[in-house]
């Protein structure tokens, strides 16, 4: 045990030693603040230019209303005298004199010399209260919108939404009703989203509260991406450590002195310590801010509790995974084709996390956070949601991921003891089974 301890340390202390993991954990918080302030940035200041909309009325009754929708948009679009937003600026072309299909390629042609940015015609038949064929607008009835630059779906969707809101108002007034009762009697309803009443001991009834973002999507996700950093930021470290050692020839003279086994495990519960240092210096950092912000409540001593088992689990299953791959190769190339299968496993669980957000008593999130490879991403974002999965779930869950941990290792420690003194070609898959078999 102390053979394992020594090396252990040993492989601590390499690792936070480095200019690089201190830079590393310095950086991170300023690379994710300089990303929340650059997309705060970006959403007000990014689309700011004027953006010229040629408009062809074949109605002839509703240029009028979208000029003064156009004015209102561009109102709110200021800010303490500075833009905030796009400035959509409308102009009038009369479609007489001239055919459809020319009046189109003469716009087309503005556009392509951005005297414009886009045009629209607006048909005529787009003010007749019945509908086309099945309850839908007919082809004829459509609005068509042309641009040289499809992705920019800002000014079409205002477009649509300014031609409808005229349209309904227009159909209304020769229905002789009033749009703006109209608009008073089918005004939406607020929905307040709360918790659960909670019925107290003394018999008392608490009133709900109202639910936090923070802690309904913010802090679950957050704590998943926390551990695939921590996972991230160490695990893959043993399979350099392990192919520098073979290279020049340390592992051979390690040996001698300490067994294959003993020199794995004391790898894997070095890049543990950090993984857990690294976890550690973040959450302390995030729970500082919930704190400083009033958000205490949204991070549970328990929920700390799983995250560290979890954490535990993932590093001892990723990480023997990555001595194993270590050991095997001899040189970084070599690897490479090796590491694609693992690094697919570990950010499949960030691509399902959406998923799991969104239902997580569904069946599929059930499934996924069973999976042993994905459990401690997945189960721990189910467990920081509300409801919490069941306790057979979470129980059923450790069990199996630290079951395939401790398989992990085990066959880990059989390829590290005879790939490590391995030179040559790597094995292939058929080979490392028959070494777990030996």
Not at 119 to 137: H, Y
Not at 419 to 429: E, F, H, I, S, V
């Amino acid at each position: 045990m102390s053979r394992i301890l020594i090396v252990a340390r040993s492989e601590f202390l390499t690792l936070v030693r480095t200019k690089a993991f201190i830079i590393g954990i310095l950086m991170m918080p300023v690379i994710v603040g300089l990303s929340i302030v650059f997309q705060i940035f970006a959403a007000t200041h990014t689309d700011t230019a004027d953006h010229t909309l040629a408009v062809v009325d074949r109605t002839g009754a509703l240029y009028d209303d979208l000029a003064a929708a156009a004015d209102e948009h561009n109102a709110h679009g200021v800010s303490n005298g500075a833009r905030t937003g796009p400035r959509f600026l409308l102009t009038r072309v009369d479609p007489s004199g001239q055919s459809p299909a020319e009046l189109e390629a003469t716009l087309s042609d503005r556009v392509r010399r951005h005297e414009l940015f886009a045009f629209v015609e607006i048909p005529a038949r787009v003010l007749a209260s019945s509908a086309g064929a099945n309850g839908k607008d007919g082809d004829d009835e459509q609005l068509a919108y042309y641009t040289e630059t499809p992705s920019y779906t800002a000014l079409s969707d205002w477009i649509r939404d300014a031609v409808s809101a005229a349209v309904t108002s227009r159909r209304l007034k020769a229905a002789n009703v009033d749009p703006d009762l109209v608009k008073t009697l089918t005004r939406p309803t607020r929905v307040t989203t709360l918790g659960l009443v909670q019925r107290n001991a003394d018999g008392t009834i608490s009133e709900a509260k109202k639910t936090d973002a923070l802690q309904t999507f913010v802090v679950p996700f957050a704590l998943v991406y926390l551990l695939f950093l921590s996972v991230m930021a160490s695990a893959p470290q043993l399979l350099t450590a392990v192919i520098e050692e073979k290279l020049s020839r340390i592992s051979e003279v390690l040996i001698s002195s300490i067994t294959p086994f003993q020199l794995m495990v004391g790898k894997l519960v070095g890049v543990a310590s950090v993984s857990a240092l690294l976890a550690f210096v973040y959450l302390a950092g995030g729970v500082y801010v919930l704190a400083s912000t009033g958000h205490i409540s949204a991070i549970q001593p328990a929920l700390l509790g799983w995250f560290a088992v979890f954490l535990l689990c993932a590093v001892l299953m990723f990480g023997s995974v990555f001595v194993a791959i270590g050991s095997a190769c001899s040189d970084i190339k070599d690897s490479q084709s090796m590491m694609q299968p693992i690094m697919i496993l570990l950010v499949l669980p960030l691509i399902a996390a959406p998923v799991i957000l969104r239902a997580p008593g569904s069946t599929i999130a059930v499934v996924a956070s069973l999976i042993p490879t994905a459990t401690p991403f997945l189960m721990l974002l189910r467990l920081a949601m509300t409801p919490p999965p069941p306790l057979w779930q979470t129980w059923l869950s450790v069990g199996l991921t630290l079951g395939t941990a401790f398989a992990c290792v085990w066959a880990a420690g059989r390829i590290f003891r005879i790939g490590l003194l391995m030179q040559g070609k790597p094995p292939n898959l058929p080979e490392l089974l028959r070494w777990i078999r030996q």
